[in-house]
Nanobody, 118 residues
Protein backbone atom coordinates (compact mmCIF):
# COMPACT_ATOMS: atom_id res chain seq x y z
CA UNK A 1 0.00 0.00 0.00
CA UNK A 2 1.46 3.34 -1.09
CA UNK A 3 0.74 6.40 0.99
CA UNK A 4 1.36 10.03 0.20
CA UNK A 5 0.88 12.34 3.15
CA UNK A 6 0.84 16.09 2.62
CA UNK A 7 1.50 18.71 5.26
CA UNK A 8 2.22 22.42 5.51
CA UNK A 9 -1.00 23.96 4.30
CA UNK A 10 -2.72 26.77 6.12
CA UNK A 11 -3.92 30.34 6.04
CA UNK A 12 -1.56 33.02 4.78
CA UNK A 13 -1.84 36.66 3.80
CA UNK A 14 -1.45 38.00 0.28
CA UNK A 15 2.24 38.01 -0.62
CA UNK A 16 3.13 35.47 2.03
CA UNK A 17 4.91 32.13 1.78
CA UNK A 18 4.26 28.51 2.64
CA UNK A 19 6.14 25.25 2.27
CA UNK A 20 4.23 22.09 1.49
CA UNK A 21 5.71 18.66 2.14
CA UNK A 22 4.71 15.23 0.89
CA UNK A 23 6.10 12.08 2.45
CA UNK A 24 5.86 8.91 0.37
CA UNK A 25 5.83 5.50 1.99
CA UNK A 26 4.69 1.94 1.49
CA UNK A 27 5.63 -1.15 -0.44
CA UNK A 28 6.19 -1.69 -3.23
CA UNK A 29 7.19 1.91 -3.85
CA UNK A 30 10.54 2.96 -5.16
CA UNK A 31 10.65 6.73 -4.86
CA UNK A 32 13.36 7.16 -7.47
CA UNK A 33 11.16 5.60 -10.18
CA UNK A 34 8.30 8.06 -9.89
CA UNK A 35 7.64 11.50 -11.25
CA UNK A 36 6.36 13.39 -8.24
CA UNK A 37 4.03 16.32 -8.53
CA UNK A 38 1.76 18.82 -6.89
CA UNK A 39 -1.75 19.44 -8.17
CA UNK A 40 -4.39 21.79 -6.85
CA UNK A 41 -8.14 22.07 -7.01
CA UNK A 42 -10.09 25.19 -6.20
CA UNK A 43 -13.84 25.09 -5.46
CA UNK A 44 -15.78 24.53 -8.66
CA UNK A 45 -12.60 24.06 -10.68
CA UNK A 46 -10.86 21.08 -12.20
CA UNK A 47 -7.75 19.69 -10.62
CA UNK A 48 -4.69 21.19 -12.29
CA UNK A 49 -0.99 20.47 -12.33
CA UNK A 50 1.04 22.99 -10.35
CA UNK A 51 4.52 21.50 -10.69
CA UNK A 52 6.21 18.17 -11.11
CA UNK A 53 9.71 16.76 -10.87
CA UNK A 54 11.02 13.73 -12.71
CA UNK A 55 13.27 11.07 -11.18
CA UNK A 56 16.28 12.67 -12.83
CA UNK A 57 15.30 16.04 -11.38
CA UNK A 58 13.86 17.89 -14.37
CA UNK A 59 11.01 20.17 -13.36
CA UNK A 60 7.95 21.69 -14.95
CA UNK A 61 5.60 24.39 -13.69
CA UNK A 62 2.22 25.81 -14.53
CA UNK A 63 2.57 29.25 -16.08
CA UNK A 64 0.59 30.77 -13.22
CA UNK A 65 3.21 29.79 -10.64
CA UNK A 66 6.47 30.16 -12.56
CA UNK A 67 8.92 32.32 -10.69
CA UNK A 68 6.96 32.03 -7.44
CA UNK A 69 6.85 28.29 -6.65
CA UNK A 70 9.73 25.81 -6.47
CA UNK A 71 9.38 22.04 -6.39
CA UNK A 72 12.13 19.85 -4.99
CA UNK A 73 12.65 16.25 -3.93
CA UNK A 74 14.77 14.73 -1.18
CA UNK A 75 15.76 11.26 -2.31
CA UNK A 76 17.02 10.05 1.03
CA UNK A 77 13.76 10.93 2.77
CA UNK A 78 11.27 10.04 -0.01
CA UNK A 79 9.84 13.52 0.34
CA UNK A 80 8.95 16.30 -2.04
CA UNK A 81 8.44 19.94 -1.24
CA UNK A 82 6.68 22.88 -2.77
CA UNK A 83 8.00 26.26 -1.73
CA UNK A 84 5.37 28.86 -2.48
CA UNK A 85 6.23 32.55 -2.41
CA UNK A 86 4.33 35.71 -3.26
CA UNK A 87 1.06 33.89 -2.71
CA UNK A 88 -2.12 35.31 -4.19
CA UNK A 89 -5.80 34.67 -3.48
CA UNK A 90 -5.98 32.74 -6.79
CA UNK A 91 -3.59 30.20 -5.25
CA UNK A 92 -6.28 29.22 -2.76
CA UNK A 93 -7.04 25.53 -3.27
CA UNK A 94 -6.57 22.06 -1.92
CA UNK A 95 -3.10 20.92 -2.90
CA UNK A 96 -2.56 17.25 -3.69
CA UNK A 97 0.61 15.23 -3.91
CA UNK A 98 0.89 12.82 -6.84
CA UNK A 99 3.24 9.98 -7.69
CA UNK A 100 3.28 8.86 -11.32
CA UNK A 101 5.41 6.06 -12.78
CA UNK A 102 6.22 5.65 -16.47
CA UNK A 103 4.04 2.53 -16.43
CA UNK A 104 1.45 1.48 -13.90
CA UNK A 105 -0.79 3.08 -11.34
CA UNK A 106 -0.41 6.57 -10.02
CA UNK A 107 -1.10 7.54 -6.43
CA UNK A 108 -2.63 10.54 -4.71
CA UNK A 109 -2.49 12.05 -1.28
CA UNK A 110 -5.57 13.31 0.52
CA UNK A 111 -4.67 16.95 0.08
CA UNK A 112 -3.86 19.96 2.21
CA UNK A 113 -5.77 23.23 2.19
CA UNK A 114 -4.02 26.47 1.27
CA UNK A 115 -5.96 29.67 1.79
CA UNK A 116 -4.61 33.07 0.80
CA UNK A 117 -6.37 36.12 2.18
CA UNK A 118 -6.25 39.28 0.17
Amino acid sequence: QVQLVESGGGLVQFGGSLRLSCLASGKPFIFNLYTMGWYRQAPGQQRELVADIAPVGSKSYADSVKGRFTISRHYGEDTIYLDMNDLKPDDTAVYYCNARPDYGDQFWGRGTQVTVRG
